[in-house]
């Protein structure tokens, strides 16, 4: 095996090495603090608006190009529960779609 392959070899293990524990930790419950123990029990659309925005994107070059875009966006409410204690909350998550 060359240098190159070894090297992407050992950052492939390394990314998923920290990835693991990292998702257990955002899933985590925050009443108990358990890992992995976060349940998505509901979600309800809150808000949704369309409009333009600006959408700058870079050339190889080094020239940049900016276009309007029109997006949608959407804001929900997450219902989580802990799988270990029952805690139940909420979270607000937003979504953007290009059209």
Request: overall charge positive.
């Amino acid at each position: 095996m060359d240098n190159n392959a070894v090297l992407f070899v050992l950052l492939v293990i390394i990314g998923v090495i920290v990835a693991i524990p990292l998702h257990g930790f955002f899933t985590r419950c925050p009443n108990c603090k358990k890992w992995w123990s976060r349940k998505r029990t509901g979600q309800k659309e809150l808000d949704r608006h369309s409009g333009y925005q600006h959408d700058t994107h870079s050339h190889s070059d080094g020239s940049k190009h900016t276009d309007h875009v029109y997006v949608t966006k959407i804001t929900y409410e997450n219902q989580w529960q802990c799988k270990k204690c029952n805690h139940q909350w909420t979270t607000v998550s937003t979504s953007s779609k290009k059209h």
